[in-house]
């Protein structure tokens, strides 16, 4: 910046005062640099020439989170978020600042699931097979085990319906289906666990994330 000359005095120049700056020789005011706000950071310092620039912090999505924080000088950093591979589940959920961990499913061993008047069992070479009476009328068909169910690793019964889990994530259903219990939702993917209720089911994925459905009479299809 500059003083400028009178009749008894010479010019007197000056660089700008910390904070400020001028991109003209000799000029006779230093504006300000630019102040970042919130949500922002310094992506280039200031100087006495140049002023100081800012760029709004990168915003994490809903698959990532804050791995590296932002300071008054650099950018926030996003990892996305790890998904439990086939044959894992997650242990502990992730958090805006902290990442999703997996472990390994417990090993496959035969078991049995009872219903109200069936029951069914999955045996050591992930065969399913179901007795019982099916009902009076023999109409809910929860002892007919469907074709095609994949290699099972888990069964889950239900009143008068039936589920069985896959080694790839799949959820098959067969048997009552009053309330819609035993309609699996087109968009259920990667299930590691599957529970049936009286009559409705909620399967959990290897995201963590809860999907319910049936009858929700006491809100028990609403996962909270």
Known sequence: MRAEATATSNRECAPCASGTFST??????????TECVAEEFVASPGSTTSDQECSALTVCTQDEYQSVAPTPTSDRECTALTICAPGEMESTPPTPTSGRECIALPPFEAHV???????????????VSCWGQPNANNDYG???????????????????????????????????????????PTELDNVVQVSAGGDHSCAINNAGEVTCWGDNGYLQSTPP
Not at 25 to 33: E, G, L, N, R, V
Not at 113 to 126: P, Q
Not at 168 to 184: A, E, K
């Open 24 to 33: 003209v020789t000799h000029a006779s005011d230093c504006p300000a640099w």
């Open 113 to 127: 699931s009872t219903g109200e008047t069936h029951t069914c069992m999955v045996n050591e070479n992930h065969d």
């Open 142 to 184: 929860q002892t007919s085990v469907p074709e095609s169910l994949g290699t099972v690793v888990q069964l889950s019964a239900g009143y008068n319906h039936m589920y069985a889990l896959s080694e790839d994530g799949r959820v098959s259903c067969w048997g009552m289906n009053t309330y819609d219990q035993s309609d699996v």
